[in-house]
């Protein structure tokens, strides 16, 4: 995995990059920072994994592999023991190679444990359990199924954005036919934070990681290197610049900046009410309530144009929220050494806005019409499923139900083609699989026109920190440095050289 869960790619690794399972020639990315867990599920090495989710950490990993990603509620699965990246954000999430793989694990894991100030308490579950058997009296997972006919499903329109690949746009439009031919009914939904939701997070996430990394000092925590304590006029500084990678260092330099003094105002706290923002239009959209917060009400100045009304209070509210889970089907490892940080950040453009305000998500995959390079097997693409807070549960039996439609929509061929999810034995059974190396894909003639007709308007993706300091406020910081949004692009060398002197700086002023 990526060092202490900083990536989307699994590239961050001590231990060297995480290669997708699907395919060697060329290197495919196996998302991240959970990229390790995606790809020993992917392989059959295990039946499931654990991984940290903090803003995507097993849904993009999920999505890339092909395999089932889930992140639970905020609070549902106690943190006791595992290393903190974010503590407002991180959620202990499951891979399996199916929903019923990762909902039984799941089940094991949700428990209440006061050992984690974080994790909800057992009253709480229970009044959530007692709404939840109201809801849904019969258990899909058993075999009695649910009517869909009753079920709303949510098109969020700002997730139609331009960057968006085509064949994952298709697999999500496959998706939305499947569920509209069982009854469901289909509906756009806004969400206008959803546009914000990527700047607020990378401040949050930086602030709370160097307050959560300023332990490993060398003296505390962590390895000493160098000379003695104290050499130089210094404590610490060449210990933390030669322990920490160059990702880890860039959030830590993100996360010190953003709680200093100057910019506390504007970046930190302005990020805080933006993520009040998301929450709220969440709960907005939700049918089902929020059981930590109070109702909130439609604001009609703040819904896209193309949203109806379904009634004089406001818009339809929904069950779930159907939307992809990354912008793109797997890179290519060659392609993203090429791109800025900042690129990579962007591949959590979907999955941040359910962290930010602690919802359940899942990701299935979907099987595309692109092929792997010198194969005839297909790419799968992830489709991000959402509930309300505490809705584990019913959300899980519906990703069962979705998942479980679509692989009666895909048509399998010839003896060499695979189901979903089969795992290494019938991977490396199969007569169409060079080498022993298996692949969580599925051949398919090609993707139904869609039938769900819904109005979106194309969003481009924001720039990820707006308004971005200036030269002058940075400057008086670091010493005429450039601005911090382009401490991102920064080579390593120079990140080495301003992550040691703004420490030693910050060292000198707190002696003096």
Request: hydrophobic content about 35%; glycine content about 8%.
């Amino acid at each position: 995995m990526d060092e202490f869960g900083m990536g989307s790619h699994s590239l961050n690794s001590f231990f060297g990059p995480v290669v997708n399972g699907s395919s060697l020639t060329p290197a495919l990315s196996a998302g991240g920072s959970s990229g390790g867990s995606a790809v020993a599920v992917q392989m059959g090495q295990v039946f499931a994994a654990l991984g940290t989710d903090t803003g995507g950490s097993v849904r993009l990993p999920a999505a890339y592999t092909g395999q089932c990603g889930f992140k639970p509620s905020y609070g549902r699965v106690s943190r006791w023991g595992v290393i903190p990246y974010a503590n407002s954000l991180d959620t202990v999430g499951f891979l399996g190679q199916s929903v019923a793989d990762v909902y039984k694990v799941f089940g094991k894991a949700n428990r209440a444990d006061d050992r984690d100030p974080s994790c909800i308490s057992s009253g709480t579950r229970n009044r959530s359990a007692r709404s939840w058997r109201r809801k849904r009296a019969r258990n899909p997972m058993a075999g009695a199924k649910w009517d869909l006919s009753e079920v709303k499903i949510g098109v969020p329109v700002e997730y139609n954005i331009e960057e968006l690949d085509p064949a994952v746009r298709t697999a999500w439009k496959k998706v939305l036919e499947v569920l509209k031919e069982q009854g469901c009914r289909i509906v756009p939904v806004s969400l206008p934070m959803t546009k914000h939701a990527l700047s607020a997070y990378y401040v949050i996430a930086a602030a709370e990681a160097m307050s959560n990394l300023a332990k490993y000092d060398g003296v505390r925590y962590g390895s000493r290197t160098g000379p003695s304590d104290n050499a130089g006029d210094v404590l610490y500084s060449e210990t933390r610049g030669q322990g920490f990678g160059n990702e880890a260092r860039r959030r830590i330099l993100l996360g010190s900046y953003t709680l200093s003094s100057e910019a506390i105002d504007n970046y930190f706290l302005k990020a805080q009410k933006v993520r009040r923002l998301v929450q709220r239009d969440f709960d907005r959209v939700f049918k089902l309530p929020n059981p930590l917060r109070d109702d909130q009400q439609f604001d009609i100045s703040d819904l896209d144009e193309s949203i109806a009304m379904d009634n004089k209070l406001g818009p339809s509210q929904v069950d779930y929220i159907v939307c992809p889970t990354a912008p793109t089907l797997p890179p290519k490892i060659q392609d993203v050494l090429k791109q800025t940080p900042i690129h990579s950040y962007m591949n959590d453009v979907f999955t941040v806005p359910a962290s930010l305000a602690g919802l359940p998500a899942i990701s299935i995959p979907v099987p595309t019409d692109i092929k792997y390079e010198g194969s005839d097997l297909h790419m799968p693409a992830g489709i991000q499923l959402i509930g309300q807070h505490l809705d584990d549960n019913s959300l899980c039996h519906f990703a069962s139900d979705v998942e479980g439609l679509i692989k009666q929509a895909v048509s399998l061929v010839g003896p060499g083609n695979r189901h979903f999810h089969q795992g290494l034995k019938v991977a490396r059974e199969s007569d169409d699989t060079p080498g022993d190396r298996p692949r969580s894909v599925v051949r398919y003639h090609g993707a139904p026109s869609p039938l769900v007709r819904y109005r979106t308007v194309p969003r481009p993706i924001v720039p990820l920190f707006s308004p971005v300091a200036t030269r002058q406020e940075v400057g008086d910081l670091f010493g005429s440095k450039p601005a911090i949004a382009m401490i991102a692009s920064l080579d390593p060398e120079e990140v080495d050289s301003l992550f040691a002197s703004t420490l030693n700086q910050w060292e000198q002023e707190k002696r003096s």
